[in-house]
Nanobody, 115 residues
Framework: QVQLVESGGGLVQPGGSLRLSCAAS????????MRWYRQAPGKEREWVAF????????DYADSVKGRFFISRDNAKNAVYLQMISLKPEDTATYYC????????WGQGTQVTVSS
C-alpha cells in the first residue's frame, strides 16, 4: 500500500525557513521523479518543485525559484523541500507526490507564514 507522509510544516515569520520531509512507502521511490505541490485556501493545487529519479535534475515554479530547494534520499525513501526567505503567499498545505501525481494524496503538512 502506497503511503506518502509529509511533515515539517509550521508557523514561521516572513523571511524564515522550514524544511519539509516526505516519507514514501509501498513503492520503489528511486523509480519515480517526484514533485512537491501546495494548495492554498480557495486555490487549486499547484506544483512548486520537481526532482528527477536520481536527484541530478531539479526544476521550480517561478514563484519559488531561488528560495525553495528540493532533494531526495532514495536509500531513506524520502524527499525533502528546504524553504528559505518565506513569504506570506507561501502559506499553504504542502504535499509530495510523483511526477503526474499517480499516488493518492497524503494528509499534507501545513505551512503558515505570518508575523
Amino acid at each position: 500500500q502506497v503511503q506518502l507522509v509529509e511533515s515539517g510544516g509550521g508557523l514561521v515569520q516572513p523571511g524564515g525557513s522550514l524544511r519539509l520531509s516526505c516519507a514514501a512507502s509501498g513503492f520503489t521511490l528511486s523509480s519515480y521523479a517526484m514533485r512537491w505541490y501546495r494548495q492554498a485556501p480557495g486555490k487549486e493545487r499547484e506544483w512548486v518543485a520537481f526532482i528527477t529519479t536520481g536527484g541530478g535534475g531539479t526544476d521550480y515554479a517561478d514563484s519559488v525559484k531561488g528560495r525553495f530547494f528540493i532533494s531526495r534520499d532514495n536509500a531513506k525513501n524520502a524527499v525533502y523541500l528546504q524553504m528559505i526567505s518565506l513569504k506570506p503567499e507561501d502559506t499553504a498545505t504542502y504535499y509530495c507526490n510523483s511526477q503526474g501525481a499517480r499516488w493518492s494524496w497524503g494528509q499534507g503538512t501545513q505551512v503558515t507564514v505570518s508575523s
